[in-house]
């Protein structure tokens, strides 16, 4: 029978953390028939593995110092129990990982990344940081690249620097079990961006309330024009060019396209107007372009373009001056690169916008936003699962109801819903821990984790978040 020990968790100094370190009671571990160096598992909300230090300093406490992201792999805060016990880490034949922020080719990283974590003890879901710096994109605009083209001297800059880089662990085999990088160990470097909710796990359906029925129609859309794109060739049908997201700002929009990018096969890029508008001219045009290019070598892919009224705004031609001009030559490049003379196989753009008639009408006939969805604001069901979904992990007051809740919160988006919820736990602080009123921007975990939340508390946060509203 496996032993087991449970414990609480407390902080570890910034200078230990990074290295899978998790520092207990050296009495706990002779009861355990563990010792400094040993590989641990450890289960909290979820599980995770780490390596075991005697910690001298914590005698008779039973608590285990973990850091930030060994406590986001297990889905547990400070303060919280957590049970451990020992395990043998079998070395891993192969194992996957997908990166949370776009990287400049990662698959020819993958023996760097290799190497800084040998001997590392993983579990699929875990997220890992490597040290180091990393390449964020091949394209970039330094603001004098233009100015230096202009005068024939090259125009090049330095690629962009990420620091340290952010993996999650999709897969490994052995499965379901904890296991260890060797030398061995087959890497295997998902393309795809991983996009990860505020617990540390991947973003899914069930991060979403009352939107099942746009997922499935996206899905469905991307499925049939990838999976079949033989159908719309005998049919004499175009392929699906374009998807426009229409609804309030908050309704979930953006979440919804990081839930596409992460349970479909399509390769997603997501462009902010920033990314796209550029001093001289010409270089705004030739930034789209290239991202439809690199879209089609990475094929199946999604370019999702939020707030795209900003890129794409009504042009009256009649009216263009200087500072039109960038905008309509911006919305013409984009029509073009839509349905354009060439076509870009399997490249589908995604737009979101809180209001249709911002967009340039030019851009919604057939063949460029084939299909537009409309988003609308959650009613009593929706908005009552969105409070379950943001009160999952809080200390709730047996009085509240949060149907009542719902009700109260009419014509609330889900972001709205999220920020009363996030106000009522400030409210709750305030009051059982007066100390920290003047120093709530800077919440610990262990300064919640106790906290009870009252039916008042909501109550004003609601009362807060209308009166923003109005």
């Known amino acids: ?53 005697a910690s001298l300093s914590d005698k008779g406490k039973e608590i285990i110092r973990i850091d930030g992201i060994q ?43 290799k190497g800084k974590l040998i001997d590392k003890p993983i579990m699929a879901g875990d997220i890992i940081d490597i040290p180091g710096a990393f390449i964020k994109t091949d394209e970039d605009y330094a603001p004098m690249k233009g100015f230096m083209r202009m005068l024939n001297m090259g125009g090049g800059s330095k690629r962009p620097i990420l620091g340290p880089l952010r993996l999650i662990v999709l897969n490994t085999k052995p499965t379901d079990e904890v296991v260890r990088f060797t030398r061995e160990t087959r890497v295997k470097i998902n393309k795809k961006i991983a996009f990860l909710n505020s617990s540390g796990s991947l973003i899914t359906s069930d991060d979403i309330v009352g939107l099942e029925k746009e997922i499935f129609e996206i899905k469905k859309l991307l499925e049939l024009s990838y999976n079949h794109p033989s159908n719309t060739e005998k049919l004499n049908i175009e392929p699906l060019k374009g998807i426009l997201l229409v609804g309030p700002t908050g309704t979930g929009k953006t979440l919804l396209a990081k839930v596409i990018a ?8 997501s462009i902010l107007p920033t990314d796209i508008f550029h001093k001289y001219e010409g270089d705004s045009e030739k930034k789209l372009k290239e991202l439809f290019e690199m879209a089609e070598r990475m094929a199946p892919s999604l370019i999702f373009i939020d707030h795209i009224d900003s890129i794409a705004p009504i042009i009256k031609r009649e009216l263009i001056d200087n500072s039109r001009h960038l905008e309509h030559r911006i919305v013409t490049q984009l029509m073009g690169l839509m349905d354009g003379i060439h076509p870009y196989r399997n490249v589908i753009v995604l737009g979101a916008t809180h209001k249709l008639d911002l967009i340039e009408p030019a851009l919604l006939r057939p063949g460029r936003f084939d299909k537009i969805i409309h ?16 009160t999952r992990d809080l200390l709730l007051d ?9 009700k109260l919160s009419e014509n609330f988006t889900g972001a709205d819903i999220k920020g009363v919820c996030r106000l009522a736990v400030m409210n709750a602080v305030k009051r059982d821990k007066p100390e920290l009123q003047n120093d709530l921007d800077n919440l610990t975990d262990e300064s919640v984790i106790d906290t009870k939340v009252t039916k008042q508390d909501f109550l004003s946060a609601i009362e807060e978040i209308a009166d923003r509203l109005k």
Do not use: H, W
């Open 71 to 113: 406590r986001l792999n297990l889905g547990s805060t400070i303060g919280e129990f957590v049970t451990i016990q020992p395990t043998l880490a079998s070395p891993a034949r192969e194992i996957e990982l997908a990166p949370t922020k776009a990287i400049y080719d990662i698959k020819k990283q993958a023996d760097i990344i």
């Open 398 to 406: 047996d009085e509240i109801s949060l149907e009542e809740i719902a």
């Open 375 to 390: 988003f609308s604001l959650p009613d009593l069901i929706s908005r009552t699962k969105i409070y379950q979904l943001y």
């Open 262 to 269: 992460n349970e479909t096969n399509y390769n997603f890029i």
């Open 1 to 53: 029978m496996i032993k087991t020990a449970k414990l609480r968790i407390e902080r570890l100094e910034p200078s230990r953390s990074g290295r899978s370190l998790c520092y207990v009671d050296p009495a706990i571990m002779e009861s355990l028939g563990i010792a400094t160096g040993d590989i641990i598992e450890i289960i909290g909300k979820k599980r995770t593995a780490g390596i075991v230090v």
